[in-house]
T-cell receptor, first 111, second 109 residues
Framework: NAGVTQTPKFQVLKTGQSMTLQCAQDMNHNSMYWYRQDPGMGLRLIYYSASEGTTDKGEVPNGYNVSRLNKREFSLRLESAAPSQTSVYFC??????????FGPGTRLTVL | EDQVTQSPEALRLQEGESSSLNCSYTVSGLRGLFWYRQDPGKGPEFLFTLYSAGEEKEKERLKATLTKKESFLHITAPKPEDSATYLCAVQAVELKLSFGAGTTVTVRA
């Protein structure tokens, strides 16, 4: 997972609380992504950013917002957390259509 | 809608016992098929990209192949360190990957 860092590594929230997951890269890739991974399901795309200044919805965007702060950083915000958002969240990066490289993940539990 | 199905869900192998994992897909216009390895508690690690039917890629004990409807990941003479979950993903729309649920491989010494 070299080149992609995620903070925090673990987080426990109560229903209704808000938080921001941070992702940063040092590989100078244009595109950045947020996924969630749940048991028995594949990784599902929440939002992505093709380049600095642009963001687009993925497969499961409801309940989330994102910010592409600059080329290095892409954050994911939960405004009012729900138990259904308990998951492992991964940030990924890529150079256009090439393979995506993933960060180590953030394990989020919403009580 | 893109669909990716991986089988089996779990595979238990004896060290040295070769086997294959399957990834079948339904997409309208394949731009690429990707294989990843994921260890417990870690992010997926890129292994291969395949772009067209008939293409093959190899890395150590792993070989990936692609047809028009499926991909196989062959593990030859596996070792315990090959134990992991293997993920398959397809790209039909620019930048977007659709992942299968994965195959968890356990190799016993």
């Amino acid at each position: 997972n070299a080149g992609v860092t995620q903070t925090p590594k673990f987080q426990v929230l109560k229903t209704g609380q808000s938080m921001t997951l941070q992702c940063a890269q040092d590989m100078n890739h244009n595109s950045m992504y947020w996924y969630r991974q749940d048991p028995g399901m594949g990784l599902r795309l929440i939002y992505y950013s093709a380049s600095e200044g642009t963001t687009d919805k993925g497969e499961v965007p409801n309940g989330y917002n994102v910010s592409r702060l600059n080329k290095r950083e892409f954050s994911l915000r939960l405004e009012s957390a729900a138990p259904s958002q308990t998951s492992v969240y991964f940030c990924a990066i890529s150079r256009s259509e090439n393979e995506q490289f993933f960060g180590p993940g953030t394990r989020l539990t919403v009580l | 809608e893109d669909q990716v199905t991986q089988s089996p869900e779990a595979l238990r192998l004896q060290e040295g016992e070769s086997s294959s994992l399957n990834c079948s897909y339904t997409v309208s216009g394949l731009r690429g098929l990707f294989w990843y390895r994921q260890d417990p508690g870690k992010g997926p690690e890129f292994l291969f990209t395949l772009y067209s039917a008939g293409e093959e890629k190899e890395k150590e004990r792993l070989k990936a192949t692609l047809t028009k409807k499926e991909s196989f990941l062959h593990i030859t003479a596996p070792k315990p360190e090959d134990s992991a979950t293997y993920l398959c993903a397809v790209q039909a729309v620019e930048l977007k990957l659709s992942f299968g649920a994965g195959t968890t491989v356990t190799v016993r010494a």
